[in-house]
């Protein structure tokens, strides 16, 4: 007779290298449901968390990362939790009743306080308090900052979004909005997401914007910005919807229902991306297209990060590196220098570079470093030359295709390079110029222009 094992404590790790204290194991989550009520003037949140998840294991004890929030309340599959420990970063769960390997199970958090950026290697990332609103950039591990989760990019979930604050504001989270409604003086708008997202991709912008919806199709596109910089956001982001265009013909069709650009009403120090959003600074808007590269660069991110999310942080240039690649498809589709002649700039400047670091695996105080993004890119580049613009963007259009809203790794690049080619040669490319530290030579002829 079999004899069921005796549950277990979940690991309070998902096992990345790179986050050690991001993520936990035993479990996976299917949908985050929160309900956020947020003041804007005192940066007050009140919240109530429902994960739905799976045990993959027998668990007597489980943990979420929420870090800098007060817990008030735990309740598993309904029953008051037996035991809760809030540490810095962890909430670590005993349940009244341990949990079923196989079974799902719903946990509930019900949480408060003034949420606030947490530390890491790579600066606060998180909540975080604008001037007059709120910036959410939960890159890698600011997630917790404002909801209960399993911060890893492995355990994507469905998401339902919804926050009420002041009646002024805007409010912009991922996804569609499913319902608005305003009552003395305050509004609660509805978000939801039904593709699989990433933690650290889900956000909430909250500003005094004004929204203008570029247009509707393919992708329905729309830009939030503040109303003083309307002239400068229009100049600037003109072309997104041919960019959308440009970038769809190379990777495939844009991976999610909509895509949202927030330009924000103070300085950012760089721009960054969220599940179907960009934001950016006022910083990055002048009027005269001077963020092209930075708008291309959060674009693309959709299909490279947000739809096909690394396995391991590790492989960061998976996102970064394609991010890159983008920028110099995007300047030679709109009149700029051709991508080889980017691939040729960029490669000269890496030279004068210090070559310490391997691509591949840069450490996590290195995982945004710019030889991280420039030598991602100069790999694929490398990659098309030696295959040629049909095989690299039939590759490229079945990785994005097969891989859509789930996590790789770069084997399942390299085997969308190899079915086709119809060779294995772009294996002992990608590892030259991502898996050593030396800086290859760059083949000199440019590849055939794309059709
Ligand atoms: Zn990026």
Redesign the pocket.
């Known amino acids: 007779m079999l004899q069921t094992p005796p549950p277990v404590h979940g690991s309070a790790s998902a096992g990345d290298a790179y986050l050690p204290a991001s993520g936990n194991g035993g479990y996976r989550v299917d949908h985050y449901d929160l309900n956020l009520d947020y003041r804007v003037a005192t940066n007050r949140l009140t919240a109530t968390a429902t994960i739905r998840a799976r045990a993959l294991t027998g668990l007597d004890r489980f943990s979420l990362d929420l870090a800098g929030l007060t817990v008030e309340k735990v309740t598993v599959a309904g029953a008051p939790a037996a035991k809760i420990v809030h540490s810095a970063r962890k909430l670590v769960i005993t349940p009244a009743t341990p949990l079923v390997a196989g079974e799902p199970f719903e946990v509930t958090v019900r949480y408060r306080g003034a949420p606030h950026p947490v530390r890491s290697h790579w600066g606060e990332v998180g909540w975080e308090e604008l001037t007059d609103g709120v910036l959410v950039a939960g890159q890698p591990s600011g997630a917790p900052s404002w909801f209960p989760c399993n911060d890893h990019p492995r355990d994507k979930a469905s998401f339902r979004i919804q926050l009420t604050c002041e009646a002024p504001y805007t409010v912009v989270s991922n996804g569609p909005v499913l319902a608005k409604s305003t009552r003395s003086g305050r509004t609660t708008w509805t978000f939801g997401v039904v593709e699989p997202m990433a933690p650290y991709l889900a956000s909430v912008q909250i500003g005094r914007y004004r929204r203008h919806d570029i247009a509707a199709a393919p992708v329905a596109h729309s830009l939030f910005f503040p109303p003083a910089l309307a002239r400068q956001v229009a100049v600037d982001f003109a072309r997104l919807g041919e960019m959308i265009a440009v970038f769809s013909a190379a990777f495939g069709p844009y991976p999610f229902p909509a895509y949202a650009v927030v330009v924000t009403d103070d300085e950012l120090e760089i721009p960054l991306?969220a599940h179907g959003l960009g934001v950016f600074g006022r910083n990055h808007v002048d009027g005269l297209h001077g963020s092209d590269r930075l708008i291309a660069?959060e674009l693309a991110?959709q299909w490279f990060g947000n739809s096909l999310t690394l396995t391991r942080w590790a492989d960061i240039w998976l996102?970064?590196g394609f991010?890159c690649y983008a920028e110099w498809i995007w300047a030679e589709a709109s009149g700029g220098i051709t991508a080889h002649a980017s691939a040729v700039l960029h490669r000269a400047e890496l030279d004068a570079l210090p070559k310490n670091i391997v691509v591949g695996d840069p450490g996590p105080q290195d995982m945004f470093d710019d030889r991280v993004y420039k030598r991602g890119a100069l790999a694929l580049h490398a990659v098309r030359q030696a295959i040629g613009d049909e095989a690299f963007f039939t590759a490229l259009r079945a990785y994005a295709r097969t891989h859509r809203h789930g996590n790789v790794t770069p084997e399942h690049l390299l085997g969308c390079f190899s079915a086709a080619a119809g060779t294995a040669v772009a294996d002992k490319i990608v590892a030259r110029w991502v898996s050593a530290k030396a800086l290859p030579q760059l083949k000199p002829d440019p590849p055939a222009p794309a059709h």
């Open positions: 991306e660069h991110h996102h970064e991010a």
